[in-house]
């Protein structure tokens, strides 16, 4: 049976209602009583609706009740009855009831409050438990995404590492700075060493790197930028050597561990193929050369002697005395133009062939090449020199030589120049030439369609010495033509030796 338990501070209408059921049930105990009289002791059934006053209404209302029930004893089955006296006889008996009331109504109270506490406990124990079953619930629920969420990136993981397993080149990842801890099939295919015989092997060791730079000076680069590009020689397990196209990046984990994901590709072959192409074009220029000197010997020795030959003849018949002055005039003109014929054979031949490359070397050749070209084309050089080795390589000196006459002519031909520069120097690294002009340039995105034979030609002679050719011109800014040939390819002196003091002008041998 269910009971009413009131709230604190609830609703005056309950309040009555609490009040009321009390009298209601004192009420209904005086009725039960009095049909009970001759049966059973009128104090039982108003103990009994005390009691059930205290269990439904709550303990004031019960001792409301209890006072009611003795004052119903009293007054319904005391004598005299249906008065409200309170005789010295019937004091204990009413006292024995109220205090068996009170304690009946306290009881009853308390009990209701512990059941009151018990059910609150229970209800918020039966709440914690479903709070707590929800949250057990969504954190099973998130496990089970993440446990997902963790099988797809394993998944993921597992088609990455197939995928890199079925690349040709060679993946390999090391623990900076040394243990390998990855090794795919790739690198087994490149290297012949197993995934097995590589984990945990220092890479520089097991693949005989050779780097282009210091061990250390490579790794500090590597910790610097986080990543190296470039290439490098590796030794194969039969004792092959390799040149390989390297990319390393650095990666770190959230542990601070650091890793090297190296990925390496094999062109050797195209390196070779490279070299050969090299060589060939060598072979190309030295044949060129070859056949430009006999060509220009030709001239010179052949060509010219018969001008010379021609010329003495005409002067011979100019000097006749039987020659009529009609003819001795047009004999003249002819002279002259035989004149500019050898003029013209003596300057072709030496642009086929430099004598004074030869014979004086490469910056004599140079002030006469400048002095020539000022002379022709009325465009005023500047020429400077400073601290070359003496002497210079001869392959050398005929690649400065070539790259300067062919950028001076693409100064005559293209950049309408009012004055134009030529500086040579010797610098420890090499030997570095600049030839400069003020001319009208041209915007650099359109070097490689504006480029001819000629520029391909000083590109070729330069990559046979393994140097460098590098053009900077803008609109209106004039060119300029920077070329770099490293100090490996000069021999004899030191490049840091001068032979003349820095930036003197060469003496005038445009008569050489």
Same mark, same amino acid.
């Given at each position: ?8 501070g609830?609703h005056p ?9 009390a009298?209601?049930s004192? +009420? ?5 009583s009095?049909?009970? #009289? ?7 059934p108003?103990?009994?609706?005390? &009691?059930?006053?205290?269990w ?10 209890s006072?009611?029930?003795t004052l ?12 409200v006296?309170? @005789? ?10 109220v ?6 109504a ?22 914690r438990v479903?709070?707590r079953t929800?949250a &057990?619930?969504?954190?099973?629920e ?6 997902? @969420? ?5 998944d993921? %993981?597992k088609?990455? +590492?197939?995928?890199?397993e ?6 390999? %990842?090391?623990?900076?700075p ?6 795919n099939?790739?690198?087994e =295919? ?8 590589? /984990?945990?092997?220092?890479v520089?060791?097991?693949l005989q790197? !050779?780097?282009?730079? #210091? ?7 590597? !910790? ?5 590009n470039?290439?490098?020689t ?7 050597q ?5 990319? #390393?990046?650095l ?14 590709r094999?062109?050797? @072959?195209?390196?070779?193929? !490279?070299?050969?192409?090299? @060589?060939l074009?060598?072979?190309l ?6 056949e430009?000197?006999?060509?220009g010997r030709?001239l010179h020795?052949?060509?010219?002697q ?12 100019r000097a006749?005395?039987?020659?009529? $002055?009609?003819m001795a005039g ?8 035989a ?10 031949s030496?642009?086929?062939h430099s004598?004074t490359?030869?014979y004086l ?8 090449l400048?002095t ?7 465009i005023?050089?500047e ?10 390589p ?5 690649? &400065?030589?070539?790259?300067t006459?062919?950028s001076?002519n693409n %100064? +005559?031909?293209h ?6 520069q ?22 650099m995105?359109q070097? =490689?369609?504006r ?10 002679r ?8 590098r ?7 004039? /060119? ?5 040939v490293? $100090?490996?390819?000069i $021999? ?5 030796e001068?032979?003349?003091p820095?930036?003197q002008t060469?003496p005038?041998? $445009?008569?050489?």
């Amino acid at each position: 049976m269910e009971r009413y338990v009131a709230p604190p501070g609830s609703h005056p209408i309950v309040t009555i209602a609490r009040y009321g059921g009390a009298v209601f049930s004192v +009420a209904a105990g005086v009725m039960l009583s009095m049909w009970l #009289q001759s049966v059973l002791d009128p104090m039982v059934p108003l103990l009994v609706t005390v &009691l059930l006053a205290a269990w439904f209404s709550g303990l004031w209302p019960a001792l409301c009740a209890s006072v009611l029930a003795t004052l119903a004893i009293d007054y319904f089955f005391e004598p005299p009855l249906y008065t409200v006296t309170l @005789e010295l006889s019937h004091i204990p008996h009413l006292v024995v009831f109220v205090l068996l009331a009170t304690l009946f109504a306290s009881a009853s109270s308390a009990r209701r409050k512990a059941e009151q506490s018990l059910r609150q406990a229970r209800d918020e124990l039966e709440i914690r438990v479903r709070e707590r079953t929800a949250a &057990l619930q969504r954190t099973n629920e998130q496990l089970q995404e993440e446990i997902v @969420e963790r099988r797809r990136a394993e998944d993921a %993981v597992k088609r990455q +590492a197939n995928l890199l397993e079925q690349t040709h080149d060679a993946i390999l %990842v090391w623990e900076f700075p040394n243990a390998i801890v990855y090794w795919n099939r790739g690198a087994e =295919q490149l290297y012949g060493y197993s995934k097995a015989e590589a /984990t945990g092997r220092a890479v520089h060791e097991l693949l005989q790197t !050779e780097y282009p730079m #210091q061990l250390a000076l490579f790794e500090g680069a590597l !910790e610097r930028d986080g990543e190296w590009n470039g290439e490098l020689t590796h030794t194969t397990r039969d004792s092959r050597q390799l040149i390989v196209e390297s990319r #390393q990046v650095l990666i770190c984990d959230p542990d601070g561990r650091r890793f090297v994901l190296e990925t390496n590709r094999d062109i050797t @072959e195209r390196k070779q193929a !490279e070299l050969a192409l090299e @060589e060939l074009a060598g072979r190309l220029i030295h044949a060129q050369e070859q056949e430009r000197s006999r060509i220009g010997r030709e001239l010179h020795d052949h060509i010219s002697q018969l001008l010379g030959v021609l010329m003495i003849k005409i002067d011979q018949l100019r000097a006749h005395p039987a020659m009529p $002055s009609v003819m001795a005039g047009a004999l003249n003109d002819v002279r002259h133009c035989a004149s500019d014929i050898t003029d013209d054979v003596h300057r072709l031949s030496h642009r086929l062939h430099s004598s004074t490359l030869d014979y004086l070397g490469l910056v004599p050749a140079l002030q006469k090449l400048v002095t020539e070209f000022s002379d022709h084309h009325d465009i005023p050089v500047e020429f400077a020199h400073s601290s070359l080795p003496t002497p210079v390589p001869a392959d050398v000196a005929l690649c &400065l030589f070539r790259v300067t006459e062919e950028s001076l002519n693409n %100064v +005559a031909r293209h950049s309408h120049a009012k004055a134009a520069q030529v500086d040579v120097r010797g610098v420890p690294d090499g030997i570095h030439l600049t030839v400069r002009d003020d001319g009208k340039g041209f915007d650099m995105t359109q070097l =490689q369609s504006r480029a001819g034979l000629g520029f391909v030609s000083m590109q070729e002679r330069l990559r046979v010495l393994r140097g460098t050719i590098r053009i900077d011109s803008s609109p209106s800014r004039g /060119t300029t033509v920077n070329v770099w040939v490293p $100090s490996e390819q000069i $021999s004899g002196e030191a490049a840091g030796e001068t032979s003349k003091p820095a930036q003197q002008t060469a003496p005038d041998i $445009s008569a050489a």
